[in-house]
């Protein structure tokens, strides 16, 4: 059982690039969020899914776009990669919206 | 709005003694709570949650939580500390208020430190 699925595990990006962390789950779960983990921050929740085509954004959207085609995928796409989101990026999932969350492994994420 | 307070960033204990792991929270709708826990280079996993019910939950590796309305706190404890308790602990809230509308509140964190 994977459970939730985060690639790339680590990426080292130059400023005003883009690209897209992958998130896929297996456990049929309705519910998917990201969430970037800062020293001293806790986790600030970027946008979430309560199901597929439907998002919502959370406390800290901007620079970042998501969408969900499908209930397994919920990929975070950064449109111009800025230092500022040098972050450790976490994706998660869960049966309902006040269940308990699974977290993916995370992606560690330099942008210089 | 909802927020989550964790006193004291890092705790550090003694091996066998008492672990206590302050939260406390603010909702304005009945929460459910949780308490997450993070070893280095790991995703954060669940500990326990409190969602209706007793007040006094009881979670994996020995960990409980007590819910307390009137203090609106959800302290976690242990009653021996062991060295593989050594990690980050998450107190988070979450509620809803109607339809889609969800959000899961964090605290910063508090770093356990377990010495020998």
């Known amino acids: 059982n994977a459970g939730v699925t985060q690639t790339p595990k680590f990426q080292v990006l130059k400023t005003g690039q883009s690209m897209t962390l992958q998130c896929a789950q297996d456990?049929?779960?309705?519910?998917m969020s990201w969430y970037r983990q800062d020293p001293g921050m806790g986790l600030r929740l970027i946008h979430y899914?309560?199901?597929?085509?439907?998002?919502d954004q959370g406390e800290v959207p901007n620079g970042y776009n998501v969408s969900r085609s499908t209930t397994e995928d919920f990929p975070l796409r950064l449109l111009s990669a800025a230092p500022s989101q040098t972050s450790v990026y976490f994706c998660?999932?869960?049966?309902?919206?006040?269940?308990?969350?699974?977290f993916g492994d995370g992606t560690r994420l330099s942008i210089l | 709005a909802q927020s989550v307070t964790q006193l004291g960033s890092h705790v550090s204990v003694s091996e066998g003694a008492l672990v206590l792991l302050r939260c406390n929270y603010s909702?304005?709708?009945?929460?459910?709570l949780f308490w997450y826990v993070q070893y280095p280079n790991q995703g954060l996993q669940l500990l326990l949650k409190?969602?209706?019910?007793?007040?006094l939950v009881k979670g994996i590796n020995g960990f409980e939580a007590e819910f307390k309305k009137s203090e609106t706190s959800f302290h976690l404890t242990k009653p021996s500390a062991h060295m593989s308790d050594a990690a980050e602990y998450f107190c988070?809230?979450?509620?809803?208020?109607?339809?889609?509308?969800?959000?899961?509140?964090f605290g910063k964190g508090t770093l356990l430190t377990v010495n020998p």
């Open positions: 998660a999932s869960s049966y309902g919206r006040l269940q308990p969350q699974h």
């Open positions: 456990m049929n779960h309705e519910y």
């Open positions: 899914s309560v199901g597929a085509g439907i998002t």
């Open positions: 909702s304005s709708v009945p929460p459910y």
């Open positions: 409190y969602t209706t019910g007793a007040t």
């Open positions: 988070a809230v979450s509620s809803s208020s109607g339809g889609s509308n969800y959000k899961l509140t």
